[in-house]
């Protein structure tokens, strides 16, 4: 089970880095000034250099993509209820959320921008796990479906 959460999180890190950069990317052509935000203009005086503030990203980025990597590990779990994998997972992810929204400055430094931010982030996570539940439902009940029909259920 370690040898399997150290795999995920050693791919989860370089793919929360690509979708950090994709994210500046994005964030970039949106603004439309044709300049290149690799990070939120605070956090580069926040840091004191942008390249400082960067780097910290970067670290917080690879950080981030190696907890949810190492995470997944936890929808394996045969012996966990839905509700325990689930509880457990959005706690895991969430205590990573903090220090990586908050050093990187997705939300505003204050109890409200943090409330904000966190309120944003659980509907976001109810939505995605809702999606995969239903995805899942919906192949569950096709393949008893196919059971009954080739007679191999009682």
Same mark, same amino acid.
């Given at each position: 089970?370690?040898?399997?959460?150290?795999?995920?999180?050693? *791919?989860?890190?370089? =793919?929360?880095?690509?979708?950090?950069?994709?994210?500046?990317?994005?964030? #970039?052509?949106?603004?439309?000034?044709?300049? @290149?935000?690799?990070?939120?203009? #605070?956090?580069?005086?926040?840091?004191?250099?942008?390249? %400082?503030? &960067?780097? =910290? +990203?970067?670290?917080? #980025?690879? @950080?981030?993509?190696? &907890?949810?990597?190492?995470?997944?590990?936890?929808?394996?779990?045969?012996?966990?209820?839905?509700?325990?994998?689930?509880?457990?997972?959005?706690?895991?992810?969430? *205590?990573?959320?903090?220090? &990586?929204?908050?050093?990187? %400055?997705?939300?505003?430094?204050? @109890?409200?921008?943090? &409330?904000?931010? @966190?309120?944003?982030?659980?509907?976001?996570?109810?939505?995605?796990? *809702?999606? +995969?539940?239903?995805?899942?439902?919906? %192949?569950?009940?096709?393949?008893? %479906?196919?059971?009954?029909?080739?007679?191999? #259920?009682?």
């Amino acid at each position: 089970m370690k040898q399997k959460i150290f795999c995920r999180a050693a *791919l989860g890190a370089p =793919l929360g880095l690509a979708i950090s950069w994709c994210i500046a990317l994005i964030v #970039s052509a949106v603004v439309g000034d044709g300049q @290149f935000y690799a990070v939120v203009p #605070s956090m580069a005086a926040d840091c004191g250099s942008e390249f %400082r503030a &960067v780097l =910290l +990203q970067t670290m917080a #980025s690879a @950080f981030y993509g190696a &907890v949810w990597g190492g995470a997944s590990v936890i929808w394996e779990i045969e012996r966990w209820s839905l509700t325990r994998m689930t509880f457990s997972h959005l706690a895991l992810c969430s *205590l990573a959320t903090l220090p &990586v929204a908050w050093l990187s %400055r997705w939300m505003p430094h204050s @109890f409200w921008g943090a &409330v904000g931010y @966190f309120g944003l982030f659980f509907v976001i996570y109810a939505a995605v796990w *809702l999606g +995969q539940y239903l995805q899942m439902r919906r %192949r569950l009940d096709q393949i008893n %479906r196919k059971i009954q029909q080739d007679g191999l #259920s009682d």
